[in-house]
C-alpha cells in the first residue's frame, strides 16, 4: 500500500514545495518511499521537516553569515579578552550582517553566543567575569536568524600555548564531527552519525556526552530530529534529502558525565572537571549525499 501524503493534490498538479514541478515528478517519490520505510516500522521525518527550494536557499543564505560570524570572531579570541566583550562583538556584527543572534533570549538565555572554556561543555554564558587565559581551549557556538532562516556552527580555538593533551582533544573532536557528516546520505539512518562518532572518541580514549546533543534547524532554531551522537549504526530517523540537521558532538578527554550549572542552570559541566571540546556545522542530506550549508 501506498500511502499518498498530499491527499488534494493531483499527481499532474504543480508540487507543493513550489519547485513548479509536476507533483509526480517532484515529491511523489520521496513520500512514498518514506512511506514504505514508515510500514516497515523505521522513524520517518514530517514530510514538513523536508525543506523546499526556496527554503534551502535561505537557510543557506543564514549559514553564510553564521559562517562570516566564526571568521571574524576568531581573531578576537585572544588572551586576557572578556567572554562579555566577544559577545558584544557577535552581537554588533550580527546586526551589521542584517540578522540576528538565535541564542538572545531563547528560551530566556541572556546572550549572543555560547562561549564554553575548558571543562565547561556547552552553553557557557559571556559575561564580564571570565576572561580568555593562555592555555584554554575554548568554543564559540554561533547561531544566526536571517531573514526567518536559522544557522548555527560552533568552531574550537586555542588560546596561546595549549598543551598537547588539550590539542589532541580538540583535533579529535573535529575528527569527530567530520567523520559524523561523512556518513550522512539519502535513506540512511541518523544513528550512523552517532555510530561513527563514538567509534572514533572511543578509539581516541575519549567520551561522548549523551545528555546533550544536535538538532533539526531552518525554520526554527530547535526542530526534530533530536541528534544523539552515541546512537547506532541503521537506527534512529530516516535520512531523506531536504532534512537539515547540526552535526555536533561533545568530546570529553575524561569521563562522559555531565552536570548543569545550578546558579544560571544554563551552563554544562564535565562532571570529572576534565576538559571537553565541540565543533559543529549545519548539514543538509541531498540527493546524492550531504551539503554542508555552514562550509
Ligand atoms: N547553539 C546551541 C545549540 O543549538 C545553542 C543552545 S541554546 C542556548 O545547541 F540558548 F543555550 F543558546
Ligand atoms: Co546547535
Known sequence: MIINMSDKLGRNDACWCGSGRKYKKCHTFLEEQIAIYRLKGYEVPHIKLLKTKQQMEGIRESSKRNIALLDFIGEYAVDGITTEELDRLIYEKTKELGGIPATLHFNGYPKSVCISINDIVCHGIPSDHVILRNG????????????????????????????????????????????????????????????????????????????????????????????????????????????????????????????????????????????????????????????????
Not at 595549549?162 to 573532536?173: D, G, P, Q, Y
Not at 541518523?190 to 572511543?202: S, T
Open 136 to 295: 584554554d581551549i575554548v568554543n564559540i557556538d554561533v547561531s544566526t536568524i536571517y531573514n526567518g532562516f536559522f544557522s548555527d556552527s560552533s568552531r574550537m580555538f586555542c588560546i596561546g600555548d595549549v598543551s598537547e593533551e588539550k590539542k589532541r582533544l580538540v583535533e579529535v573532536a573535529k575528527e569527530c564531527m567530520d567523520l559524523g557528516i561523512e556518513q550522512v546520505k539519502p535513506w540512511g539512518f541518523l544513528g550512523d552519525v552517532g555510530q561513527a562518532v563514538n567509534d572514533h572518541a572511543k578509539k581516541n580514549g575519549y567520551s561522548v556526552v549523551r545528555e546533550i546533543g544536535g538538532h533539526g534547524i531552518g525554520l526554527e532554531f530547535h526542530e526534530d530530529p533530536w541528534v544523539s551522537y552515541v546512537s547506532k549504526k541503521g537506527t534512529g530517523m530516516l535520512l531523506v534529502p531536504g532534512l537539515v540537521f547540526t552535526v555536533e558532538p561533545m568530546i570529553n578527554m575524561g569521563k562522559a558525565e555531565v552536570f548543569v550549572d545550578e546558579g544560571d542552570d544554563w551552563t554544562i559541566y564535565t562532571a570529572d572537571g576534565k576538559p571537553s571540546a565541540q565543533w559543529e556545522k549545519t548539514v543538509l542530506v541531498t540527493e546524492t549525499g550531504y551539503e554542508i550549508l555552514t562550509y
